[in-house]
């Protein structure tokens, strides 16, 4: 009989079927991965199965028995923890408080304060189990990232788990730790604990599991067996076999004058290790990349927004020694950033001060805003954009999200920029913004501007770009000519650099 | 379009906001009212409005300090220190025979000069402003000390000195002329430059800001030495009015220049501190004293009054902004 067994299961939010009849089983012992791009639906199954969200549909079964969790603490109780990739630790706690954060301290006496010694004899026996060897006095914050994940995992083995959920547990572990924890989960495995498996790595993926789902848009597209299980094969279902025609561009011109360069860049904390690419006038250059691959990184040390360690940037082969987001705006760089909410626009302000924000000294005579001109500026783009608001005057917080990303575009145009740098930019809009957006872009380009367009969703990159640089692990890696590529030939790419950039 | 704005405000004001935006206004007019009926000859007099409008200047004008600070979401703790410290220094300078306009321009550019030390400090190091800011109001306290050996300075200083707290201009005291004037000044300077638009985008959001290309250090360090600026312009006034300076005579402005922020910031643009917000709250706080004291009410009832209306103010406008 099946530990967990998940029958069509549903998930709709609004009119998004996030996930879409799904039918799973898990058995004792088994190590089951599941793998998708973003949004395929991981991360929803996961919120279902630990009681964050409730199910529209479907039904769950316990060893045979049918269940629904009210709240993640019904989940827990009969034995399913989640280890989440941001780790849920009081980093200035010890590892025995962190242990014992969720579960009751054992009192003294008349109870009368807290029995350390019997917790940290508890806390003994439970390493010995397992055969760990976790520094428990130190607090969190000392201790190493593979440490970090194998106290989650212990504290999750205080109350017996029978289902241990891992999201991404090896994001952020060198390869020496995450062998660490490959033995810890054969060991997991072999006292009958079941493992669901979250991971971007498929060389982890194929090594540790004996099942693989494939999630693709929320539909479960296979469930393949540990005797199937290539790299080939998984990538091929997660595309959905699909060939993808790119929408004819004009070609691009030979030859064009370079206007953004960026050699052997290295950041100071690690994030991009080895970039290496050239943006040219008229192009649309896509960039992708798996998560953590450090493409949002890049763009912000780029702009000036992350410490450069070593590398050079160049933008119409002038040096950029020392970049800061004034000096980009200033030379003709914008940035379109990811976050729109945090790192774009101010909320509680207006459109009109939203969008004039990086050229309010070009708005003013001897200081003092020349507020009619900033106003007839402002209403132009607006109508250029075709934004929907009550009129300059309302605050961003109240438009929709497409016509909030309207307002980040019309602002980065008021700098008259001669490179767009677009992280995420059509993420969380409606479809037709997302064909203005698309418009714009190439409107630009084709008026000899440089777009770097930077987007996890691969069906985009390969509708909007010219040529297309794939980043892995903090490094470029690959520079393709958009020219009947179709979207295997991409992850291919992302995968199989994955392992060598991690040994290296 | 302008119609069009025009609308938009009125319904916003009258619908949602109607109680976060006139409720600090309708609380004043109602003090001002209970007080005219309570001590209708004492209270409600020109004599008495004027009165109030010198009582309440050193109190707007360090205000409109913190107001700034504030404006880029930090604090400046150390403006009650910081006009002690202008007091003293200008009380020194007048003892020691300066110009009148050298007895308040020094301690001005020491006020100045230390507020950028803290900006500095806060922003160089991304520390709290909260604890920097109270840490150098301390040392600020230190060194007053030190600098007047704990004593009341009030010995040979001339009549001159006196000439900006006690002089008045066809019955209006210079002092309540120089408050407006800084009221005005910098009124203007936050809604209509782009100084002020860009401390509002600050305090707005920091890191939207900081992606718009602002430099978020040089503000916050521009705010942090007029903060410094203003509180010591307020030591070096309340020496001039008194005649003599006190080692810790600023310090009782730092709680009451804040309850005036926030009491500001419940009126006008809700939530926002701004400069005629601020001398709005002031103007509460100082006719609570005033009216008060007319009716012979205990330093320490008015202490516990004043507090109940600002902790009033403040549920009031959350309540109106919830709903």
């Known amino acids: 009989m099946a530990l967990l067994q998940i029958e069509q299961l549903t998930k709709q939010f609004g009119v998004n079927k996030a996930l879409d009849s799904i039918n799973l089983e898990i058995g004792q012992g088994e190590v089951h991965s599941l793998v998708g791009e973003n949004g395929a639906g991981k991360s929803t199954l996961i919120k279902m199965l630990s009681g964050v969200y409730p199910p529209t549909s479907g039904t769950l079964f316990w060893k045979g028995n049918e269940v629904s969790f009210e709240s993640p603490k019904d989940s827990k109780d009969i034995g399913i923890n989640v280890i989440h990739q941001d780790r849920q630790l009081v980093s200035y706690f010890t590892g025995l408080e962190n242990l014992y954060l969720n579960n009751p301290y054992p009192k003294k006496k008349m109870g009368l304060g807290i029995d350390w010694k019997a917790m940290y004899k508890a806390a003994q026996r439970l390493q010995d189990k397992w055969g760990m060897d976790i520094p428990l006095d130190i607090p969190v914050s000392k201790m190493t990232p593979s440490e970090r994940t194998l106290l989650e995992i212990l504290r999750a083995m205080m109350s017996d788990s029978n289902l241990l959920i891992l999201d991404e547990p090896t994001a952020s572990l060198t390869d020496k730790e995450s062998e660490l924890l490959f033995s810890f989960i054969e060991r997991l495995k072999d006292q009958g604990v079941a493992i669901v498996y979250i991971s971007h790595r498929l060389e982890e993926v194929i090594r540790l599991s004996d099942r693989v789902t494939v999630l693709t848009g929320g539909k479960l597209m296979a469930t393949i067996e540990r005797s199937q299980l290539t790299k080939e094969n998984l990538i091929r279902y997660m595309t959905g076999g699909k060939e993808i025609k790119s929408t004819r561009l ?36 896509g960039i992708y990349g798996l998560a953590g691959s450090g493409r949002t990184e890049c763009m912000e ?34 940035l379109i950033p990811e976050n729109r909410h945090e790192d774009a626009l101010i909320m509680d302000n207006t459109i009109m001060e939203n969008m004039t924000l990086p050229i309010l000294s070009k708005l003013t005579k001897n200081g003092v805003m020349q507020k009619k001109s900033e106003l007839s500026l402002v209403q132009k783009e607006m109508a250029r954009f075709k934004v929907k608001a009550v009129n300059v005057n309302q605050p961003v917080s109240e438009l929709s999200g497409g016509n909030q990303q309207k307002v980040v575009f019309a602002k980065a145009l008021m700098s008259n920029p001669l490179v767009y740098i677009c992280d995420e930019p059509t993420q969380a809009v409606d479809i037709m913004t997302r064909a203005d957006i698309h418009l714009f872009l190439k409107e630009q380009a084709s008026e000899g501007k440089g777009v770097i367009f930077v987007s996890s969703d691969l069906h985009e990159i390969l509708e909007i770009s010219d040529r297309i640089i794939i980043f892995s692990e903090g490094e470029t890696v690959a520079e393709l000519v958009n020219d009947n590529l179709n979207p295997n030939d991409i992850l291919d790419i992302c995968y199989l650099n994955q392992k060598e950039a991690v040994q290296g | 379009m302008n119609a069009n704005v025009e609308t938009y405000k009125k319904t916003i004001n009258f619908n949602k906001n109607m109680i976060s935006s006139y409720g600090t206004i309708f609380a004043g007019i109602a003090i001002i009212l209970i007080f005219s009926l309570l001590s209708p000859g004492s209270f409600a007099t020109l004599d008495n409005l004027i009165n109030i409008t010198r009582q309440i200047s050193f109190l707007v004008i360090i205000a409109i300090g913190a107001t700034l600070v504030m404006s880029v979401k930090e604090f400046d703790l150390s403006i009650g ?20 306009f050298l007895c308040i321009l020094i301690p001005v550019i020491a006020g100045f000069l230390i507020g950028l030390i803290n900006g500095a400090i806060i922003t160089r190091f991304k520390v709290l402003s909260f604890v920097t800011t109270l840490a150098m109001g301390t040392i600020i306290g230190g060194f007053t000390f030190w600098f007047t050996g704990g004593a009341t300075i009030f010995e040979n200083i001339p009549a001159s000195f006196k000439f900006i707290g006690q002089t008045n201009l066809g019955g209006i005291p210079l002092l309540s002329v120089i408050m407006f004037l800084i009221v005005i000044s910098f009124w203007y300077v936050m809604s209509q430059t782009v100084l002020g638009r860009r401390f509002y985008a600050i305090g707005g959001n920091e890191r939207a800001s900081q992606v718009s290309g602002i430099n978020i250090g040089k503000y916050k360090n521009i705010a942090f030495a007029l903060s410094g600026m203003l509180a010591a312009l307020t030591g ?70 004043t507090g109940i209306i600002i902790i009033a103010a403040l549920i009031i406008q959350k309540l109106g902004r919830d709903s």
């Open chain 1, 250 to 285: 004009p070609k691009m011109q030979e030859h064009q004058e370079v206007l953004l360069q960026a050699k052997e860049l290295r950041s100071v904390d690690g994030s991009i290790k080895n970039v290496n690419f050239e943006l040219r006038k008229g192009e649309i250059l």
């Open chain 1, 301 to 334: 040390a780029i702009y000036g927004l992350r410490k450069i360690a070593d590398g050079e940037i160049y933008f119409k082969n002038e040096l950029r020694s020392k970049p800061t987001p004034g000096s980009s705006i200033k030379q003709g760089i914008v």
């Open chain 2, 81 to 100: 220190a910081m006009a002690s410290l202008g007091g003293v220094v200008a009380a020194k300078s007048a003892a020691s025979g300066l110009p009148l």
């Open chain 2, 236 to 305: 070096a006034l309340l020496a001039s009015r008194l005649g003599s300076a006190h080692p810790t005579g600023g310090d009782g402005f730092f709680l009451n220049a804040y309850a005036a922020v926030f009491l500001g910031m419940t009126v006008v643009r809700s939530g926002v501190s701004n400069v005629i917000g601020t001398l709005f709250g002031a103007a509460i706080i100082g006719i609570m004293a005033n009216g008060l004291t007319i009716l012979e009410i205990p330093t320490f009832m008015q202490n516990v009054i």
